[in-house]
């Protein structure tokens, strides 16, 4: 099966630095995504991306937050600067040509583990 | 707002016996709803989903869920569980409304007594 790759999977930032997390979608979809999870809480959805633009964010993301597809195959998250709050495990996933509006199923990454100190 | 509920943090249930997961959602038009599983270290993988037509689902590794609209529920369930279904499993519901974004309940990591 198709896989979403991720990386690094674990990372460790300094409070108030800058971290891009580094995604790998599936070669011919065309919905991207991030998504959170801080420990012990739900997944998050944060942004959805489709056409070189944000489609859809949400309250979470917020300024300190940036998406971009530099070329054609990566798709990455910067934290601007970062902070305590913001360690969590961070999801990409990916879908095909509909969204999730249709009939497409989301693939996820395995994760990057960021650690805010 | 969208929202799911997965009343129950944790399940034990000893291998071979049969195991129920609650989900209740809430959302405003028809739902599509999926089951994922997350193993230790692993990322987000799909169970099963429902868009529309049969209520009941089949998915990978054994698994099912019955969709009830009157109950707002999509419960999975496996007949004979293995160790290896040890894991935290998620519901998630999205749909036309929710454009594309899934919200997500709050897990149950299940545990399989030998």
């Known amino acids: 099966e198709p896989e979403v790759t991720q990386t690094p999977s674990h990372q460790v930032t300094q409070m108030g630095q800058e971290v891009i997390l580094r995604c790998v979608p599936i070669?011919?979809?065309?919905?991207f995504y991030w998504y959170r999870q801080i420990l012990g809480q739900k997944v998050e959805f944060l942004v959805s991306?489709?056409?070189?633009?944000?489609?859809?964010k949400s309250e979470i993301f917020d300024d300190q937050f940036s998406v971009e597809r530099p070329d054609g195959s990566n798709f990455t998250l910067k934290i601007r600067s970062t902070k305590l709050e913001d360690s969590a495990m961070y999801f990409c996933?990916?879908?095909?040509?509909?969204?999730?509006?249709?009939?497409?199923?989301?693939?996820f990454g395995s994760g990057t583990q960021l650690s805010v100190l | 707002a969208q929202s799911v509920t997965q009343p129950d943090i944790h399940i034990t249930v000893s291998e071979g016996a049969s195991l129920e997961l609650r989900c209740n959602y809430s959302y405003g038009a028809t739902p599509y709803l999926f089951w994922y599983v997350q193993s230790p270290g692993q990322g987000l993988q799909l169970l099963l989903k429902y868009f529309s037509g049969d209520t009941l689902v089949q998915g990978i590794k054994g698994f099912e869920a019955e969709f009830k609209r009157s109950q707002s529920s999509f419960n999975l369930r496996k007949p004979s569980v293995h160790w290896s279904d040890a894991a935290e499993y998620f519901c998630a519901v999205g749909g036309m409304a929710a454009g594309n974004k899934l919200t997500f309940g709050g897990g149950t990591r299940v545990l399989v007594k030998p």
């Open positions: 070669s011919n979809h065309l919905y």
């Open positions: 996933a990916s879908s095909g040509t509909g969204g999730l509006t249709t009939n497409e199923k989301l693939f």
């Open positions: 991306f489709y056409n070189n633009e944000i489609s859809e």
